[in-house]
């Protein structure tokens, strides 16, 4: 039975029971025990909700994302970090998307059909929410020249084609279904965003792109974006809505882009006023979704965890500010490991993020470097 119906059936019995202990009392023994049942029933609620917060234990998924980029990561780096999650007891793990690198590899389908390889040979159930490499900047002559549309249409079907996960165990989800993303044929849903609850907090999956979202790059295509930025932002609330429902201790959101946060990092991410949230100049694909996620963070005041990838450097910070420039305490920003040029197979890395969601904080975040991908300093 579910906590809240648990709870609704508690509070019924306990109410007919004094309820008919009051029929054979009057005047102020009437009043007195009517008070007092009302007492009961907040308590039962009370050791209800008690019960629920105490089986939320501790439990650890794998992040990563950004992999990967190079035969010998396809090869040897991806297998070995498989391994190494398989070897821990993960309760899932996501891919924050980009399956290959952005230019001079195709888009064909060997690509995902290896990629669904690599997430079916996770023990744990896999979640996966598509990155740029994969689909918008499938139109690059150099990799393919294929429709980006064409090829989105091509994920959903292969990776998000029933409301399960991925992985040897899988998971069911939340599929959104409303309102419509466009197609290479037209209007057709938005699977591939997702929202699950494990252990009193709640995750979901946003379709969120570099190269602008969409708005710049090879054929840039404002009607897909429009159409599919509507929809993010609605499946961004009513996650919100959903955990406040369920009574969630926590938040977690996982998409690609790095939308950029402030005027910080202009050699990763697009730089922008962190009051505004606009930038100086450009296309920009992300600032009516930032708008929109600002509020809700401050609106649901617990701790929001926002994981991408897309520039390729771990981080764990708090970038997010309010319209008068006061930092946002209850967001953390994460990013996953990718690709690094230069290093090789170093880089094929990922992130566990540890939740308890009877704790203040709900995540902490622990780096884990595969042994068998280190290369510029050995294992011991």
């Known amino acids: 039975m579910k ?7 508690v509070a019924m019995e306990t109410r007919a029971r004094w309820e008919r202990k009051a029929m054979v009392a009057t005047g102020v023994s009437t009043i007195f025990l009517m008070v007092a049942a009302a007492g009961i029933v907040v308590a039962s609620q009370e050791r209800v909700d008690k019960a629920a917060r105490n089986g939320w234990s501790p439990y650890s998924i794998g992040l990563w994302g950004d992999l990967p980029y190079s035969t010998l ?3 040897t780096g991806v297998p070995n970090l498989i391994a190494d999650m398989n070897a821990q007891r993960l309760a899932f793990t996501v891919h924050d998307g980009d399956l290959k690198q952005g230019s001079g590899s195709l888009c064909d389908e060997a690509l995902y059909e290896r990629s669904l390889g690599y997430f079916n040979a996770l023990r744990a159930p896999a979640m996966f929410t598509p990155g740029d490499n994969d689909w918008t ?3 690059r002559p150099a990799n393919g020249g294929y429709p980006s549309l064409g090829r989105l249409d091509y994920e959903r079907q292969l990776f998000f084609g029933t409301p399960y996960s991925l992985g040897q165990r899988q998971l069911p989800q939340e599929v959104q279904m409303e309102p419509l993303c466009l197609g290479l044929g037209g209007l057709v849903p938005c699977v591939e965003n997702r929202r699950w609850t494990f252990r009193g907090v709640t995750f979901a999956t946003l379709n969120i792109q570099g190269s602008c979202n969409n708005l710049c790059d090879t054929d840039p295509d404002p009607a897909e974006y429009a159409a599919r930025n509507a929809a ?3 499946w961004m609330r009513e996650a ?3 955990a406040t429902e369920r009574g969630s201790a926590a938040l977690m959101l ?6 950029g946060w402030d005027m910080s990092d ?8 962190p009051r505004t949230l606009a930038q ?8 009516e979704f930032l708008l929109a996620l600002r509020e809700e963070v401050i609106r649901f005041r617990k701790p929001v965890s926002y994981v991408h990838g897309d520039s390729h450097y771990f981080r764990v910070d708090r970038p997010f500010q309010d319209a008068l420039g006061r930092r946002l305490e209850n967001f953390t920003r994460v990013e996953t490991f990718g690709n690094n040029p230069g290093n090789g197979n170093n880089d094929v890395q990922w992130v566990k993020a540890v939740i308890d969601a009877r704790t203040r904080e709900v995540f902490s975040y622990e780096v884990q470097i595969v042994p068998d991908n280190r290369t510029a300093v050995p294992a011991p």
């Open 232 to 234: 993010v932002i609605q």
């Open 3 to 9: 906590r809240q119906e648990l709870g609704d059936a």
């Open 137 to 139: 900047d499938c139109d």
């Open 266 to 273: 202009p050699t990763r991410a697009p730089v922008r006023d």
């Open 73 to 75: 990561q396809e090869t």
């Open 240 to 242: 919100f809505e959903d």
């Open 254 to 259: 996982i998409s690609q882009a790095n939308p």
């Open 280 to 287: 100086p100049s450009g296309p920009d694909g992300f600032r």
